[in-house]
């Protein structure tokens, strides 16, 4: 899930057999030695492990990058007079291209189950520690009012920028 693959437990660990497997057989076919076919075997098994961390990897640092980008421009939504979720279905429209079509979700998911919910579901989608730490300040300014809610979001862009820094 955090890479941004639907793939199961089961199906990836099929995968993996499979990979090792066809590596095998390759090895085995091109040089016949049992050795290197358990050898060919093992490194097949890992590749599709490390093609998922890869992919994880890339993943996260567009993502956390697009959450800097997007948080800045809801304080500014916000800071004009628009209320949370005018600012979130607006960057679900224009917002950075990689958080579109989550936010997307999101705003569908407000007006269907309400704004907490809606939000624990893009926690879920996303599947990244620093969403968990927006979605976590746009729960409770929500419940709490939204006086404070430019000066939060200041805070909370500041601190996404820092994290993605420090990744």
Excluded: C
């Amino acid at each position: 899930r955090r890479a941004g693959l639907g793939i199961s437990a089961s199906d990836f660990s099929l995968l993996s057999a499979v990979t090792g497997g066809a590596v095998a057989v390759a090895a085995q076919l091109m040089l016949g030695w049992p050795v290197v076919t358990i050898v060919a075997f093992l490194i097949g098994l890992v590749l599709p492990s490390w093609y998922l961390r890869q992919r994880e990897e890339a993943r996260r640092s567009i993502l956390q990058a697009a959450l800097a980008e997007a948080v800045d421009a809801l304080r500014s939504a916000v800071r004009a007079g628009m209320s949370i979720e005018e600012g979130l279905a607006s960057l679900a429209r224009s917002g950075p291209a990689a958080l579109r079509p989550a936010l997307a979700d999101l705003v569908r998911d407000m007006r269907l189950s309400g704004f907490e919910d809606a939000v624990r579901r893009a926690q879920d989608g996303l599947a990244d520690p620093v969403f968990d730490t927006v979605a976590a300040a746009l729960v409770m300014s929500h419940r709490v009012g939204g006086r404070n809610l430019s000066t939060v979001l200041e805070g909370l862009g500041r601190s996404v920028r820092q994290a993605v820094q420090v990744e």
